[in-house]
T-cell receptor
């Protein structure tokens, strides 16, 4: 079982460059999420999707865009990378609506912006 | 808004010691509560959960009880192992907030042989 797969695992960018992080899940989950993890701050929600073709803003959406063209994929884009976006990014997915449904996480993408 | 507060680490223990990680929350609705664990270099994994007051979640020797009166969900393990070294996150999911997870800041636990 692959679960939630994130690519790439590591990336170094220069300020102003753009890139896309890919998340793929094979559990037929409706909901997908992008988080960033910074020291001492836990995980903060960037954007999320409640189904194919839908996206919504989370807690810290500025500087990021997302797309969910296929149910199994959720893409996170940085149009013009900034050093403040240096972080570890996690994708997660879950079944929808119920509060007791856990999220399944990928292994993360470590992104450094120079 | 919703928030989760957990004790700061790192927590350093010897093998077979008792572990407690405190977690308290504020929520606008009636949340479900979770503990996630993150081992080095990996993503988060669900450790245990509780969905209503007085429920006790348990897994791998860890336990936590949903205490509505004290808005707490403290994590405990009676005898830790070196393999329990990880970062532990308390989290809540609230239907009033669209079922999105709100995380605490994480507590790093280091178990020494």
């Amino acid at each position: 079982n692959a679960g939630v797969t994130q690519t790439p695992k590591f990336r170094v960018l220069k300020t102003g460059q753009s890139m896309t992080l890919l998340c793929a899940q094979d559990m037929n989950h409706e909901y997908m999420y992008w988080y960033r993890q910074d020291p001492g701050m836990g995980l903060r929600l960037i954007h999320y999707s409640v189904g194919e073709g839908t996206t919504a803003k989370g807690e810290v959406p500025d500087g990021y865009n997302v797309s969910r063209l296929k149910k199994q994929n959720f893409l996170l884009g940085l149009e013009s990378a900034a050093p403040s976006q240096t972080s570890v990014y996690f994708c997660a997915s879950s079944y929808y609506t119920e509060t007791n449904q856990p999220q399944h996480f990928g292994d993360g993408t470590r992104l450094s912006i120079l | 808004g919703n928030s989760v507060t957990q004790m700061e680490g790192p927590v350093t223990l010897s093998e077979e010691a008792f572990l407690t990680i405190n977690c308290t929350y504020t929520a606008t609705g009636y949340p479900s509560l979770f503990w996630y664990v993150q081992y080095p270099g990996e993503g988060l994994q669900l450790l245990l959960k509780a969905t209503k007051a007085d429920d006790k979640g348990s897994n791998k020797g860890f336990e936590a009880t949903y205490r509505k009166e004290t808005t707490s969900f403290h994590l405990e393990k009676g005898s830790v192992q070196v393999s329990d070294s990880a970062v532990y996150f308390c989290a809540l999911s609230d239907r009033a907030a669209g079922n999105k997870l709100t995380f605490g800041g994480g507590t790093r636990v280091l178990v020494k042989p």
